[in-house]
């Protein structure tokens, strides 16, 4: 089992930044990919970003490509997003999931409760 927990999200004018992290824990963490998600009211869960263990492996959605980068701390089991020039198309609820290397919902096996990131114009 693995348990995802997200924290960082909040309210932000357009342009502005936001970090979120996510604490990861369970015995095989090491196996996975971390990645982010976020789904937008109305909208399917989207891919956002994921990495390996190491940090050599990271993928992004076109759609933060040079706005958002992800980081991860093995000493800590944590998982970060670094948002910039954030835009208010980026508002959704953020997951952070566990899996497989993919951007492909279905291939994460383990959700965080999600954290709402919100942008004003």
């Known amino acids: 089992q693995v348990q995802l927990v997200e924290s960082g999200g909040g309210l932000v004018q357009a342009g502005g930044s936001l970090r979120l992290s996510c604490a990861a824990s369970?015995?095989?963490?090491?196996?996975?990919?971390l990645g982010w998600f976020r789904q937008a009211p109305g909208k399917e869960r989207e891919f956002v970003a994921t990495i390996n263990w190491s940090g050599r492996s990271k993928y992004y959605a076109d759609s933060v490509k040079g706005r958002f980068t992800i980081s991860r701390d093995n000493a800590k089991n944590t998982v970060g997003l670094q948002m910039n020039t954030l835009k208010p198309e980026d508002t959704a609820v953020y997951y952070c999931?566990?899996?497989?290397?993919?951007?492909?919902?279905?291939?994460?096996?383990?959700w965080g409760q999600g954290t709402q990131v919100t942008v004003s114009s």
């Open positions: 369970g015995r095989t963490i090491s196996s996975y990919f």
């Open positions: 999931a566990a899996g497989r290397r993919s951007t492909v919902v279905g291939d994460y096996d383990y």
